[in-house]
């Protein structure tokens, strides 16, 4: 992969993906009977009253009203407000302390959401680094944009030498990253929608890069998704 280097040259353009992984993956306990239920946080609603998005598995056992327990000592407690999708609920947590607090408190009890199907092992402490690209800054990903973990701050380093410029988009991947498609018509398929953000910067260096007929390289499918979505019809990003 480093050889990837010989397809670029002086003033061509990168353009990662800088959103932040946080640890989305939580297990409580369902009041009454204690099950063990995986709680997958995908994204805050509200603030003020600690509401999330969030999938539960399995989620047959859980149903508005129920409670759910965290910590060896149960010290947070979320109760189920709402069905969303088959597998998606919305939880209020329960947390009485100011917002800071709280957040640190979820966070602390949650591990990264490492994608176990294909690692098929158990979050390690390492995972904290390693499942996140060098460039991650704005928090808010339930899951890595993969294509930017390949990139080293060596290999960038080589880039810059070279003349090669960066640019930066945030876009926090959530929901549809995992619903199935379950239709045969795929226009009936619903969609997320995601949150994305291009600064001016951005916009000004993508569309120089084109006037100078430059390079431009989105790393990876969000990184096209967020360019695709915010280019005007005479086909420079607006």
């Not at 992984?21 to 939580?26: G, I």
């Not at 859980?62 to 969303?84: C, H, M, P, Q, W």
Request: with cysteine; glycine share 6%; aromatic share 10%.
């Amino acid at each position: 992969f480093k050889d990837i280097i010989n397809y670029f040259d002086d003033k061509d353009l990168l353009i990662f993906n800088d959103t932040k992984v946080f640890p989305a993956r939580l297990y409580g306990n369902k009041e009454k009977t204690g099950a063990k239920i995986e709680v997958f946080l995908l994204r805050e609603l509200n603030q003020e009253n600690r509401l999330w998005d969030v999938l539960v598995d399995p989620a047959r056992k859980i149903r508005i009203g129920n409670k759910l327990y965290f910590g060896d000592d149960d010290s947070l407690v979320a109760e189920v407000i709402d069905n969303t999708t088959s597998r998606g609920r919305t939880l209020r947590f329960l947390y009485d302390g100011p917002y800071d607090e709280f957040k640190e408190k979820l966070f602390s009890l949650g591990e990264m959401p490492i994608p176990k199907h294909i690692l098929n092992r158990d979050v390690e402490p390492e995972d904290e680094q390693r499942y996140q690209t060098i460039f991650a800054k704005h928090e808010g990903a339930v899951v890595a944009p993969t294509a930017g973990l390949h990139f080293s701050r060596e290999l960038l380093k080589r880039f810059e030498i070279k003349g090669t410029e960066f640019g930066y988009v945030t876009l926090h991947a959530g929901l549809g990253n995992f619903r199935e498609i379950d239709v045969e018509d795929l226009t009936k398929h619903k969609m997320d929608s995601e949150q994305i953000i291009i600064t001016d910067n951005v916009v000004e260096k993508v569309n120089q890069a084109k006037k100078l007929k430059k390079n431009v390289c989105a790393v990876g499918t969000t990184v096209m998704r967020t360019l695709e979505s915010s280019v005007s019809t005479d086909g420079y990003l607006k």
